[in-house]
């Protein structure tokens, strides 16, 4: 059995003043100042020695950062003079995707590199749009069998990239050597170019040292280079067709090549591949109108090895007036090339909305192979989605002068609390591989089917 992946994490406590969702509003003047305060009774102690915190303190916002909305002082206080409020700075971070929730999740993990707990109870409806809409199925959650995560059984969550044989051939009693090439990594996760709107060449070097210190790769736009040579077995560069063109031996370093997609892909990689037949070439395919057809078309030509699709940060298609969510693109290619027999021979990597850990394990119930995420990252560094990351714009978050501890540190942690939160997914629904969770939607259960199947025959088709 290969040695279990584990990611080396400390805690990363960040540069700035953190931004909570609660506050606690206390009206003194009633105070009867009970022996048996609520106060002292804090799940998560933060009331305690709250004189010399106020002291202190170097922000007045500070006094919101702090409480985990567990509301036991609000209930218990017999007199009634503590009330819990939104911070509105809090509620003003992101957009109507990348919501204030993950955010602060996102920075929670950041910071400490834990499976992220909260207090405030329920958060509302079940059902929402893009990959709220669909759960996991933690059925096995009860077996005793589900020991992963504690030592006693192994989950193993890498994936293989490229493309595999259809079949076995033999010639007499020995087995043809006909695979193409792989690339093995510990878990389903790259470490994807930041989308125009978010771009900042600082972080680049960033990039590649948490791609080499968490065993992963970073997609890097070939200008990036040249840099540092040890980061090369963990970079893929992004090859555009006007873009420098890299020596050979620089290629004969790396595992990972990408290609955008156009008319002459085909010829590019045939050209790659007569070069440095050892690389995996991946084609990126934008899912604007007619993208997941033509990744499809792609998919079913024997040349592709791997396919990238990609959608807009917020996971939708790009340019189209109804735009599809990437979960049900995925769904409706995986299902195609299933169809064509074609499904297990090439590698399937998905990118947008990939926002949460969960996000990553529902990609793959839809079909993905792996994903491919850059937008968390940044968001680990006290990132607050404002988007003003264009070159020559100040940045509220400073991002373009964090030292490298700090930002690999936070960036690590986050990469290693998703590893954790994917272990844990995939213990609960009894899943020991990740290689066998892609395309499992039995393992999923999409509200819109549960909807019909349970209510479809009284109202009818929702419109």
């Given at each position: 059995?290969?040695?279990?992946?584990?990611?080396?994490?400390?805690?990363?406590?960040?540069?700035?003043?953190?931004?909570?969702?609660?506050?606690?509003?206390?009206?003194?003047?009633?105070?009867?100042?009970?022996?048996?305060?609520?106060?002292?009774?804090?799940?998560?102690?933060?009331?305690?020695?709250?004189?010399?915190?106020?002291?202190?303190?170097?922000?007045?916002?500070?006094?919101?950062?702090?409480?985990?909305?567990?509301?036991?002082?609000?209930?218990?206080?017999?007199?009634?003079?503590?009330?819990?409020?939104?911070?509105?700075?809090?509620?003003?971070?992101?957009?109507?995707?990348?919501?204030?929730?993950?955010?602060?999740?996102?920075?929670?993990?950041?910071?400490?590199?834990?499976?992220?707990?909260?207090?405030?109870?329920?958060?509302?409806?079940?059902?929402?749009?893009?990959?709220?809409?669909?759960?996991?199925?933690?059925?096995?959650?009860?077996?005793?069998?589900?020991?992963?995560?504690?030592?006693?059984?192994?989950?193993?969550?890498?994936?293989?990239?490229?493309?595999?044989?259809?079949?076995?051939?033999?010639?007499?009693?020995?087995?043809?050597?006909?695979?193409?090439?792989?690339?093995?990594?510990?878990?389903?996760?790259?470490?994807?170019?930041?989308?125009?709107?978010?771009?900042?060449?600082?972080?680049?070097?960033?990039?590649?040292?948490?791609?080499?210190?968490?065993?992963?790769?970073?997609?890097?736009?070939?200008?990036?280079w040249p840099f540092a040579e040890t980061y090369l077995p963990h970079v893929a560069f992004h090859l555009h067709p006007d873009g420098p063109e890299l020596p050979r031996d620089v290629l004969n370093q790396t595992r990972l090549i990408e290609l955008p997609d156009g008319p002459d892909v085909l010829k590019r990689i045939a050209a790659i591949k007569k070069d440095c037949p050892h690389l995996v070439v991946s084609i990126k395919v934008m899912l604007g109108a007619g993208g997941s057809q033509r990744a499809i078309e792609l998919a079913n030509l024997p040349a592709i090895e791997m396919l990238h699709i990609a959608a807009d940060p917020n996971g939708n298609e790009i340019g189209v007036s109804q735009p599809r969510f990437i979960k049900d693109i995925l769904r409706e290619t995986h299902v195609a090339l299933i169809e064509s027999g074609t499904r297990d021979q090439v590698t399937l990597m998905s990118s947008g909305g990939i926002a949460l850990a969960e996000h990553m394990a529902k990609a793959i119930i839809c079909g993905a192979d792996l994903v491919a995420m850059s937008l968390p990252l940044m968001i680990a560094l006290e990132c607050q989605l404002c988007h003003s990351c264009e070159p020559g714009m100040h940045c509220p978050a400073q991002l373009e002068s964090i030292n490298t501890a700090y930002g690999v540190g936070r960036m690590t942690n986050l990469v290693s609390a998703w590893h954790d939160q994917l272990v844990e997914v995939m213990g609960a629904m009894g899943m020991r591989e990740a290689r066998r969770l892609r395309g499992d939607v039995g393992r999923g259960m999409f509200f819109k089917e549960l909807e019909e199947d349970t209510f479809g025959k009284l109202f009818g088709t929702r419109k």
């Open positions: 059995m290969p040695e279990k992946y584990h990611i080396q994490t400390k805690p990363i406590p960040p540069r700035r003043p953190r931004i909570g969702k609660y506050g606690i509003v206390d009206w003194r003047e009633d105070c009867c100042r009970c022996h048996n305060c609520v106060k002292k009774a804090c799940v998560y102690d933060r009331h305690r020695e709250e004189a010399g915190y106020i002291h202190d303190m170097k922000d007045v916002d500070a006094l919101f950062f702090d409480c985990m909305g567990c509301f036991s002082c609000v209930q218990n206080c017999t007199k009634a003079l503590l009330s819990l409020e939104v911070n509105p700075i809090y509620e003003a971070l992101g957009n109507s995707y990348w919501t204030p929730d993950i955010i602060q999740t996102t920075w929670m993990q950041a910071e400490t590199a834990k499976i992220p707990v909260s207090g405030a109870g329920y958060r509302g409806p079940f059902s929402g749009p893009g990959f709220d809409s669909m759960w996991t199925d933690m059925s096995e959650i009860v077996r005793p069998t589900r020991d992963g995560i504690h030592g006693r059984e192994y989950i193993s969550t890498s994936v293989d990239l490229g493309r595999k044989r259809p079949f076995l051939a033999f010639e007499g009693q020995a087995l043809m050597d006909s695979d193409g090439p792989l690339v093995s990594l510990p878990m389903p996760l790259i470490i994807d170019m930041a989308s125009p709107d978010h771009t900042l060449p600082e972080l680049d070097p960033l990039f590649r040292e948490t791609a080499a210190r968490t065993g992963l790769i970073a997609i890097m736009d070939s200008c990036a």
